[in-house]
C-alpha cells in the first residue's frame, strides 16, 4: 500500500495538493483513501463533500475520512479515562468539570490517527493512503510519537509486570483509598493494546519503497525557512521526502497588474528553492484565478502538478539514513540539510544511538554489532552527519552513557 504523508506551513494550499493527489490515483484505478488529520479540517471544502469521522465514499475508487478523535478516543480510551476519572474523584476533584478533557493524554489524537493508518494497511481494502496532516509543527509531532513514546511502552510494561500485579494490586484489595489508585487489569490491558497497535506504526511510515513525505510551500522568505526546517526534522527521523510542490505562483507569461513587482519576488524565491531543495524534484504550480474546490478543479490541479505522471511513483530514492561498513569500521550517516553543526550532539546510551538536533531528538537502534561499541568523532559535511564506530573497540557503560559527542569545528 502506498502511503503519501502532505504537510507544510499553513495556507499554503496543502490540503489541495493532497486532495487533487488522492483523486488522481481513483482516476488511475488506485483504491484510495484520503485522511485529513488536521484538527481544524479543511478536507470537506476541498472537495465540496461533507465529511465526518467515518470512512465515506465520494467518488469512484475514492473515500475519505476527517478523523475525529472524541470517536477514537470512546473506542480505545473509554476504559483508562474511567480509571483516570475514578483516581481523580478519590482525591476530591469535583464531579462536574470536563473529566473527557482532564482525562485525556497530550498527543492523544495525533496516536489514534496513527493506529489507523495501520489498521488500513493491514485490511487489504486499499492501494493508496494519502495523509492531509496539520501544519508542520503539528506533523513532525505526528510523526514522530511512535518513536517518542517508545521508551513509554517498555515503562508501562515493566511497572505492570514488576510492581501493580505482584505487590499493588494484592495490597489495593486491604485499602479502599489505595484501590482507588491502583488500576485493575483491564486498564492496564487497554493501554497495553493500544500500544500493540502503535508498534510497527513508524516502520510503515519510513518503508522507504512504499511511504515518502510531500512538503507543500509558497515562494516566500518565512515559508522556505519553515520548509527547509522541515526537511532537516524528517530526515532526522527517517522520513523520506520525494517531492516539493511550490504552490501559487504568478503566472510569467501574463501581465499580473499590481502584483508585477511580486513576480519578480517569487522569480528570486524560486532559485532559492530549486539552489536549496535539488535533487528532490520540485513540481511548480500557478496561482488559479479561481477557488480549487470540488473535483473538477482538483483534477485540473492534478494535472498541472504531475502532468503523466503516476502520483504513486517513488518520485526520488535517497533513504535519509543509511548504515555502511567497511572491513571494522561501521558509519551511520544521516541526512540533515539545513542543520547548524554547532547545533548538532550525539552519543550512545545501550544499543540506541541518540542525535539531538535544537529540540528534536533521533533515536536510531543500531545493529547488535554496535551495541556497548564506543562512537568515534562525528562529522558533518555535505548535508550528511557522519557518526563512525569502530568495531571491536567497546567501553564500559558507564563512560558510553550520557557522553556527548559534539561536532565541533567539523562541520
Not at 505526528?142 to 495490597?171: C, T
Request: charged share 25%.
Amino acid at each position: 500500500m502506498r502511503i503519501l504523508t502532505f504537510t507544510g506551513k499553513g495556507g499554503v494550499g496543502k490540503t489541495s495538493i493532497a486532495a487533487a493527489t488522492a483523486l488522481r490515483l481513483s482516476e488511475l484505478g488506485y483504491r484510495t483513501l484520503i485522511m485529513s488529520t488536521d484538527p481544524a479540517h479543511s478536507l470537506s471544502d476541498s472537495i465540496d463533500v461533507q465529511l465526518s469521522g467515518e470512512v465515506k465514499k465520494v467518488a469512484e475508487n475514492l473515500e475519505a475520512i476527517e478523523v475525529n478523535p472524541y470517536i477514537d478516543l470512546k473506542e480505545n480510551w473509554e476504559l483508562v479515562q474511567k480509571y483516570f476519572l475514578r483516581m481523580l474523584m478519590a482525591q476530591g476533584m469535583p464531579a462536574d468539570l470536563m473529566m473527557d478533557e482532564m482525562t485525556i493524554l497530550p498527543g492523544m489524537e495525533e496516536l489514534f490517527a496513527l493506529m489507523r493508518v495501520k489498521r488500513y494497511k493491514y485490511s487489504g481494502r486499499y492501494d493508496a493512503v494519502i495523509l492531509d496532516t496539520a501544519p508542520t509543527g503539528e506533523t513532525l509531532r505526528l510523526l514522530s510519537l511512535p518513536e517518542m513514546l517508545g521508551w513509554g511502552m517498555k515503562v508501562a510494561r515493566n511497572v505492570e509486570k514488576f510492581f501493580i500485579k505482584p505487590i499493588a494490586r494484592p495490597l489495593s484489595k486491604m485499602s479502599d483509598k489505595l484501590s482507588s489508585m491502583v488500576p485493575d487489569e483491564d486498564v492496564m490491558k487497554g493501554v497495553d493494546n493500544m500500544f500493540n497497535d502503535l508498534e510497527g506504526v513508524k516502520a510503515i511510515l519510513t518503508d522507504e519503497k512504499n511511504a515518502s513525505v510531500r512538503l507543500v510551500m509558497n515562494a516566500e522568505k518565512m515559508v522556505i525557512k519553515e520548509t527547509m526546517r522541515a526537511l532537516t526534522y524528517l530526515n532526522l527521523y527517517g522520513f523520506k521526502v520525494d517531492m516539493v510542490t511550490v504552490n501559487k505562483l504568478l503566472n510569467s507569461e501574463q501581465d499580473s497588474g499590481y502584483l508585477e513587482k511580486w513576480k519578480g519576488v517569487q522569480k528570486k524565491y524560486i532559485t532559492e528553492i530549486e539552489n536549496a531543495f535539488s535533487p528532490i524534484p520540485i513540481k511548480k504550480v500557478n496561482l488559479y484565478d479561481e477557488e480549487v474546490i470540488g473535483f473538477k478543479a482538483l483534477s485540473k490541479l492534478a494535472r498541472d502538478v504531475y502532468q503523466e505522471t503516476d502520483p504513486a511513483a517513488m518520485m526520488y530514492e535517497e533513504s535519509p539514513i543509511r548504515f555502511e561498513r567497511k572491513a571494522n569500521l561501521c558509519e551511520v550517516h544521516v541526512k540533515l540539510p539545513f542543520a547548524d553543526a554547532s547545533d548538532i550532539q550525539s552519543w550512545v546510551s545501550g544499543d540506541e544511538l541518540f542525535i539531538q538536533l535544537g529540540n528534536q531528538r533521533k533515536i536510531v537502534s543500531l545493529p547488535l554489532v554496535l551495541a556497548g561499541v564506543e562512537p568515534g568523532n562525528a562529522s558533518y559535511k555535505e548535508k550528511w552527519l557522519t557518526i563512525p564506530f569502530a568495531i571491536g573497540r567497546s567501553v564500559q557503560p558507564a563512560v558510553i552513557n550520557g557522553h556527548y559527542h559534539a561536532l565541533g569545528a567539523q562541520a
